[in-house]
């Protein structure tokens, strides 16, 4: 870098530049310290060159035309000066870990939320773009309320920000099927498009439970289910034959909350658009669904033409421009042009980003792209937060999750690696939940120093469900006999073939009434709720953001930009703009393939290699049958996922 500066400063001859640059020459004593013999340097590397030209001809030939390939590749990638950003939503699957690099074809139509709000983020400001047009279609993919919550804010923001257009285009909003999450989303744009052949199924919501208790009595099976309280209704599926009281109350809040956020949007959107003066919005609402002839009077949607004309009519109207000076570019394309947040920098405190998706296991995480889909494993994670303890570069900690809980000890363990972690380095521990954090997602999250929860997060579910399923009168009926060798009263405590005795169910009591317990002393620990307060809040009930923050479950309210704001504060810098984010584990690289075996299990791999060859193995002739192998063999605690008598949360 010396020797290059060197050689601009003798071509310009500027002796300014060369004062800038002499401190630093006496590090490299070898190289000339004169303009003239830097020249002379240079003229001797060109007539080298130039004699090796004429040398080798043919290599020349395809250096140049390499050269000049790169600068056209160079050249056609350049972003557009106008160009209208297309973000399709159709059977996409919004996850919370940001893609590896080396494995996209994995993941097929998954992007990480993360990813979302900080393309749409930049957009904001980007001159270049003139527009963002949102494609939906008959595929809802997999998408929660909160994550919804957080793309409609990121949707309304940039129209805010930005003053430019946000258009909303789907076929239809449901065909025979219930359209209006798509629709919700659909009104956080300006305008909202659909084909004359296209419908708008809004409806009332309503929610169906199912029951299988007469089903699993007609098999023979007996299910031992326990439950701590009553509202933790995850057992009523095969206890009971319709809801209970607790289990209604419960249901009918959650259905009331998400209905009245839903029909809050949408009221925003329609007043104002409405041509019928005589309809109400709650009657409009109330008369779903409709088909395309008379949804542009009544405010519902802005516009009703075919696709070519929403690119060749609407679009340039809308941003004032010819249809031949627009580009329309999808927002993956837009990524390597975007404004890059949370990079490296001197001044930029460092902080470990991790997230946790899936239910909650013993034994190794599992990535959303490998078999089965997403797991937080407490082993992996537990060595993650001990080499995130390790690392003094790391000045805080911030975790997103979304989970419906588990296994009671994971959660128990990677909870205590948590506190491990603030009482070894004081440093900060911030949490964002996303779609659900409850029960044993709960049960980690609360060891956050701030507690963030959005609008439509689900949370809380602070309770237990534990018991096993007894197949011995279904083995009855189909001519399969057992037979037995006890060497105690208790050895059948485990057993799927035979009722439990009195004693043993006394056992199974007391171990749930023991887990119970244990998860409200944790509660108030970290709360600082009493034991009688944790309690009223307790009993299996769920909670959404407000009601969270009411019951002082989480400390603060917001999605993920709102608790990144909350660690810049911590962090006492200006924005989290200013925050490095470092992704744990380790991203999947070539260096993860290098990487030695742990010595011990206390170091643990946090990102072992061969899960990832293991998910490898499923794109091979023969490659399911070895990838069960690997996981038997590398994940064998694990096996917890298939007992009977696991305490679930």
Not at 140 to 145: D, E, M, N, P
Not at 563 to 572: I, V, Y
Request: hydrophobic share 35%.
């Amino acid at each position: 870098l010396q020797f290059l500066y060197f050689i601009e400063a003798s071509l310009l001859e500027t002796s300014e530049m060369y004062s800038a640059i002499e401190p630093y020459l006496p590090a490299m004593p070898e190289i000339p310290r004169d303009a003239e013999s830097c020249k002379a340097h240079l003229k001797s590397g060109l007539t080298w060159s130039a004699g090796w030209m004429k040398e080798h001809p043919y290599l020349t030939a395809w250096a140049g035309f390499m050269v000049l390939k790169a600068i056209k590749k160079r050249i056609s990638n350049r972003f557009p000066g106008k160009a209208v950003l297309e973000l399709n939503i159709d059977k996409l699957e919004i996850t919370e870990t940001p893609k590896e690099e080396l494995l996209k074809v994995l993941y097929g139509n998954k992007t990480s939320l993360m990813s979302i709000l900080s393309l749409l983020e930049s957009a904001q400001s980007d001159k270049r773009i003139k527009a963002i047009v949102v494609r939906a279609g008959t595929d809802a993919g997999v998408r929660g309320l909160e994550q919804l919550q957080e793309l409609r804010k990121a949707l309304a923001n940039y129209h805010e920000k930005s003053g430019n257009p946000v258009v909303f285009y789907t076929n239809t909003f449901g065909e025979a099927t219930l359209g209006l999450l798509d629709y919700w989303i659909a009104t956080a744009c300006t305008h909202i498009v659909i084909p004359p052949c296209g419908s708008l199924n809004i409806t009332s919501l309503q929610t169906t439970a199912i029951f299988c208790k007469q089903m699993v009595e007609k098999l023979g099976l007996s299910p031992i289910l326990l439950q701590r309280r009553e509202h933790k209704t995850m057992a009523n599926m095969w206890t009971q034959e319709k809801m209970t009281d607790a289990h209604k109350e419960q249901s009918t809040e959650l259905l009331t909350h998400i209905a009245s956020e839903v029909r809050k949007d949408i009221t925003t959107f329609i007043e104002g658009r409405t041509r019928n003066s005589t309809a109400t919005v709650d009657e409009i609402l109330e008369g779903g669904p409709y088909q395309s002839d008379k949804v542009v009077d009544l405010g519902l949607v802005t516009h009703v033409m075919y696709v070519d004309e929403l690119y060749d009519t609407l679009i340039p109207s809308l941003v004032s421009e010819d249809r031949e000076k627009l580009s329309f570019r999808e927002m993956k394309l837009y990524g390597p042009h975007a404004t890059k947040y949370y990079q490296s920098g001197r001044k930029r405190p460092t902080i470990a980003y991790l997230p946790l998706e899936g239910p909650i296991m013993q034994g190794r995480s599992k990535k959303v792209y490998e078999n089965g889909g997403a797991v937080i494993g407490s082993d992996s994670v537990c060595a993650t937060i001990r080499e995130i303890t390790k690392n003094d570069n790391v000045k805080g900690l911030f975790i997103r999750i979304d989970s419906r809980g588990g296994s009671y000890i994971a959660s128990d363990l990677i909870h205590n690696e948590l506190l491990r972690f603030k009482k070894k380095t004081n440093k900060p521990i911030v949490v964002s939940m996303g779609n659900v954090a409850a029960s044993g997602g709960y049960y980690i999250a609360m060891a956050g120093d701030k507690v963030f929860a959005n609008d439509n997060t689900i949370s809380g579910s602070i309770g237990v469900v534990y018991g096993k399923l007894v197949v011995k009168e279904l083995l009855s009926k189909i001519g399969i006999t057992t037979d037995k060798i006890s060497l105690g009263n208790n050895s059948a405590f485990f057993s799927t073939v035979e009722m439990p005795n009195d004693e043993c169910m006394q056992k199974l009591e007391g171990q749930t009434d023991f887990i119970y317990e244990d998860f409200k002393k944790h509660v108030s620990e970290d709360t600082g709720l009493t034991p009688e307060e944790v309690e009223e809040v307790a009993q299996g009930k769920v909670y959404f953001g407000q009601a969270s923050l009411d019951k002082k479950l989480v400390t603060n309210l917001g999605g993920l930009h709102e608790a990144l704001d909350g660690m810049a504060e911590l962090m006492k810098v200006t924005s989290r703009h200013d925050l490095h984010l470092s992704l744990y584990p380790e991203p999947f690289s070539y260096k993860t393939l290098l990487k030695k075996s742990p010595k011990n299990r206390e170091e643990s791999d946090s990102n072992p290699p061969i899960s990832v060859a293991s998910s490898l193995l499923s794109f091979i002739p023969g490659g399911d049958y070895l990838q069960r192998i690997t996981t038997s063999v590398t994940q064998s605690s694990d096996q917890a996922l298939y007992s009977t008598a696991v305490p679930e949360f």
